[in-house]
């Protein structure tokens, strides 16, 4: 059995495709390399150049490579930037996902485990988000995100689609130094870049009806995520029924300036991070209960806030000295 992994190049997808090599599990990349790297895909891997919307590419991709499931990772993932971009958001997002769902009903393929996101539930009216906490997305990604699901839902029903979607909420840290965020909007990269570029590390607003006025958040470690997306596989092609959609989270909030005061610690480099406006977007807090993913994917934090930046920074160092080499 082989899983396509769409957005296989990039940060997530590639430990994704990580994770799966580790299980034994056969997979073959899709990537348009808009925001992935063709480093990060494994020799042993079979890839793709090519975007989700050339619905003639990904046909031939599910036949050649005898594909039986898909993780669907590809898309556009910046919540902040989709408010100025809108039309693109859901192009990559909702159109490419029809595309993708049209060309597995054509071959036949009938399990999916989607890459979805905190941000569908908006700012979320309680202290710990669940499954069944109202949609209220504030951005057109996270609207984007929601409509994917739906989609699953809706072929689930009109094709007999077997789906789950897992809500990530912040992702960082690496599983490998040779894979790492290069996101031009994620937190841990803009801090990381800033220090490596003698800059100070900016927070994006401190007014927020947190107790610190920063931005709270969810962190998991991005070696985690990918065993979740690896045991949602397993489960589906064990004929295993999953929920439609689990929370990705650790039931604990981190502000984004005890983030900043564990980057100071992990890399030694001490800062008074500069405060500048909110981003459009931002909602104030996502915290998240994993417990239906700890029941049915194993899902659990495997690794503390500190090794989560102490190992994002060992990777950004390493691709930093990489590119100087």
Not at 10 to 27: D, N, Q, R, T
Not at 100 to 107: I, N, P, T, V
Request: proline share 6%; aromatic share 6%; charged share 20%.
């Amino acid at each position: 059995m082989t899983w396509l992994v769409t957005g296989g190049a990039g940060y997530i997808g590639s430990h994704v495709v990580a994770a799966l090599g580790e299980a034994g599990m056969p997979c073959v990349v899709l990537d348009d390399l808009s925001s992935g790297h063709e480093s990060f895909v494994p020799a042993s891997v079979p890839f793709v150049r090519g975007s989700i919307l050339d619905a003639g590419l990904v046909k031939q991709t599910l036949a050649e490579h005898e594909v039986t499931g898909v993780i669907h990772i590809a898309g556009f993932k910046y919540a902040g930037v989709s408010v100025q971009r809108p039309l693109h958001t859901y192009e990559q997002n909702v159109t490419g996902m029809a595309v993708l769902l049209q060309a597995m009903q054509d071959a036949g393929i009938d399990r999916a485990v989607f890459s979805s996101s905190a941000a569908v539930y908006g700012t979320p009216p309680t202290d710990i988000v669940t499954e069944d906490t109202p949609k209220n997305p504030e951005s057109p990604y996270g609207e984007s995100k929601l409509i994917g699901e739906w989609l699953l839902r809706d072929q689930g029903v009109a094709a007999g689609l077997r789906h789950t979607s897992l809500r990530y909420f912040n992702v960082v840290g690496s599983g490998s130094v040779e894979l790492y965020d290069s996101s031009p909007h994620n937190l841990f990269p803009l801090v990381f870049d800033a220090l490596l570029a003698g800059r100070t590390p900016r927070i994006n607003g401190d007014d927020y009806p947190t107790p610190d006025g920063t931005c709270v958040r969810d962190y998991i470690h991005v070696a985690d995520l990918a065993l979740a997306h690896v045991e949602a596989a397993r489960k589906l092609d064990e004929g295993s029924l999953l929920l439609p959609a689990y929370n990705l989270g650790s039931g604990d909030g981190v502000s984004v300036r005890e983030i900043m005061t564990a980057v100071a610690a992990a890399t030694g480099i001490p800062f008074e991070p500069e405060i500048t406006a909110r981003r459009p977007g931002d909602p104030a807090r996502i915290v998240a209960t994993g417990e239906l993913a700890a029941r049915d994917l194993h899902w659990r934090m495997r690794h503390t806030l500190d090794e989560m930046v102490v190992s994002a920074w060992n990777a950004r160092q390493h691709a930093a000295e990489t590119a100087t080499a």
